[in-house]
């Protein structure tokens, strides 16, 4: 019964080689989010959808790129991952904005070498 | 521009203790607040919400918070520790500086309970 699934859990690859990292959903929410967690930190915010409109928050860096190709699937994909891309990369959803609760995925973390 | 203080990187209590979180908040008007919680390796789990109804919220787990206005704060509080608190605690809040789209997250409480 799994809500938010997050594929895979732990990705490794090389520097400046393209990654892509997946999120699915079964609650058919209208909003997804990305976020990024480096260790010890708080979640950043990277991009949220409310279905195919995209918001981009102002200090994503360019080498971060989404795509939502239907209301269950969103995709995260690292252009050239530097070494401080490394990272947890948690997915999220709600029903909408305001008081909805968030939803998280268990995250896929992220080795650069 | 919204945002979250929470007092404490980590926490350390004894098993069957008081737990006390502090989060201190900053926003325009009055928003909406949350407390989750993370396990090693794991997303974030909703402990708890409030949404402008009841200012004690009680969630899952035994753990509680208080909306206070007057204080900018919503701590949270379990009487009672128990080993499988051990994760970190993030408390959140959504306001209308982000249009109420999204979350703004504290850097998060560790909580320790020792036996």
């Known amino acids: 019964d799994a809500m938010v699934i997050q594929n895979p859990r732990y990705q490794v690859t090389q520097f400046g080689k393209p990654v892509t990292l997946s999120c699915s959903q079964t609650?058919?929410?209208?909003?997804m989010y990305w976020y990024q967690q480096k260790s010890s930190q708080a979640p950043k915010l990277l991009f949220h959808y409310y279905d195919k409109d995209f918001n981009n928050e102002a200090d994503t860096p360019d080498n971060f790129q989404s795509r939502r190709p239907n209301t269950s699937f969103c995709f995260l994909d690292i252009r050239s991952p530097g070494l401080g891309d490394a990272a947890m990369y948690l997915c999220?959803?709600?029903?909408?904005?305001?008081?909805?609760?968030?939803?998280f995925g268990p995250g896929t973390r992220l080795l650069v070498l | 521009a919204q945002s979250v203080t929470q007092l404490g990187s980590h926490v350390s209590v004894s098993e069957g203790a008081l737990v006390l979180l502090r989060c201190n908040y900053s926003?325009?008007?009055?928003?909406?607040l949350f407390w989750y919680v993370q396990y090693p390796n794991q997303g974030l789990q909703l402990l708890l919400k409030y949404t402008s109804a009841a200012t004690l919220v009680k969630g899952i787990n035994g753990f509680e918070a208080e909306f206070k206005k007057s204080e900018t704060s919503f701590h949270l509080t379990k009487p009672s520790a128990h080993m499988s608190d051990a994760a970190e605690y993030f408390c959140a809040v959504r306001g209308l500086d982000s249009g109420y789209s999204t979350l703004t997250f504290g850097k998060g409480t560790m909580l320790l309970v020792s036996p």
């Open positions: 926003s325009s008007v009055p928003p909406y």
């Open positions: 609650l058919n929410h209208n909003v």
């Open positions: 999220a959803t709600s029903r909408d904005y305001g008081e909805e609760t968030q939803y």
